[in-house]
């Protein structure tokens, strides 16, 4: 989010559940407690089926890339474990993105990451877990713009919170 100050406007919002400074807005609604608990209750929530290479459906919550790094980021924080609500959501995140990963032949999860050509790309994410694909004006670009094909270890980390062994296991290091 940004803020103008010439113009006294935001050039964005933070606006959604699911996206790495979730746990900033929790913490602005706890320090804060005179703020409108809207903060907190108006965040939206987009959800997508994402069928796994077994056939299983899973109901997960979209982030704006598909990527890992902006549902498991806050966990590393905050103990979202402890709520019913967020320890699905992280789970059935982390499968689906485990289940990409193994499809995929990537040693990582997809998450805003290094490049092995160079560079790097915060646009990373898996197609099906992207919010943005639901806007037909963005399907044209995401194909060319989000990198699918980069499995990032460090957001495989940042899912230790979650299921431990999983990743572990993932990682080979048991």
Known sequence: MS?????????????RLN???????????VRYPGISRTVW????????????????????VMSWDGAAFQSFWPALRNDEMSFIGFRNML???????????????????PSAS?????GYSGATGVPGLAEQM????????????????????Y???????????AVLGWAGCF
């Open 41 to 60: 209750d108006n965040l939206e929530i987009k959800t997508a089926n994402y069928t796994d290479r077994n056939g299983t459906v899973i109901e997960d």
């Open 155 to 165: 957001a495989l980390a940042s899912a230790l919170p979650i299921d431990r062994n």
């Open 19 to 29: 996206s790495e400074v979730r746990g900033a807005v929790a913490f602005i609604q």
């Open 114 to 118: 290094a490049l092995p050509e160079g």
């Open 134 to 153: 639901l806007n037909p004006s963005h399907l044209p670009n995401y194909y060319d713009t989000v990198v699918m094909n980069v499995g990032s270890t």
């Open 3 to 15: 803020y103008d100050r010439n113009t006294s406007q935001f050039s964005s919002f933070i606006d």
């Open 91 to 109: 789970y059935n995140q982390l499968i689906s993105q485990l289940d990409w990963a193994a499809r995929n032949n990537l040693p990582g999860i």
